[in-house]
């Protein structure tokens, strides 16, 4: 794990956000450094997804404010969030399944030389983004149709790359993934970290965040609810802070494992 020193590369302070009557988030604080993995977690409906589609210009702030590197900035489309340098890799992934990799990687960014699709400068530029990643797939010109749930995502995390962001946000990366291509997407988070890039990582499952992530930040209700480090802190001490509740099942279970020990 790192200690993340100096200035975050992204900062939120009392951001809050309205749709219609419905309070969604009231004054969040959130920041996030270079070669840092932040954890948002949060029941459903805490507020996560509001609060990254703030930050990815999908819903613009109503009010506080949003610096970049030390700078008040405005995020109020998703062309302003790729221009600063925020990449967001939604659930849905949004590849096309009857494409290639190398054409989903390069969609709406496709290389060019004298009009013409440039094919092969596109190839060697996702075999050297595919292999710095240690990303391991058949072939770059396999249609996305016949990868696994795992090398999807961690396609989509590639594409994500192509524009070279700052911050990439990752939205329930391993949700439908079984045990082995969670680790595939795990270690490229790792590698991400690694790279000096900020990852915002919402998840629900406590062993990913504890075997990524350097800082959980807790939404409650679309309130802060605490941030701690993840060296030093239990994952009871995490649940304790996103259900509300110092009193649930897991703590219940270890008071009643103490008291047998007596």
Known sequence: MVHVTGAPVLALRAVSKRFGAVQALTDVDLDVHAGEVVALVGDNGAGKSTLVKTIAGVHPIDEGT????????RIGRPQDAQALGVATVYQDLALCDNLDVVANLFLGREL???????????ERRAKELLDTLSIRIPSVRIPIA??????????AIARALVGDPRIV???EPTAALGVE???QVLDLVERLRQRGLGVILISHNMADVRAVADTVAVLRLGRNNGTF????TTSE???????????NAVTR????IAEEAK
């Open 112 to 122: 060019r030389r004298n009009g013409v699709l440039d094919e092969v400068a596109m």
């Open 253 to 256: 279970r270890q008071a009643r």
């Open 169 to 171: 946000i990752l939205d």
């Open 66 to 73: 949003i610096t970049w590197e030390g700078r008040p900035v």
């Open 229 to 232: 480090p993840v060296a030093g």
């Open 181 to 183: 291509q969670t680790a």
């Open 146 to 155: 016949a990868l696994s749930g795992g090398q999807r995502q961690v396609v």
């Open 237 to 247: 001490e995490i649940i304790s802070a996103i259900t509300g509740a110092t009193d």
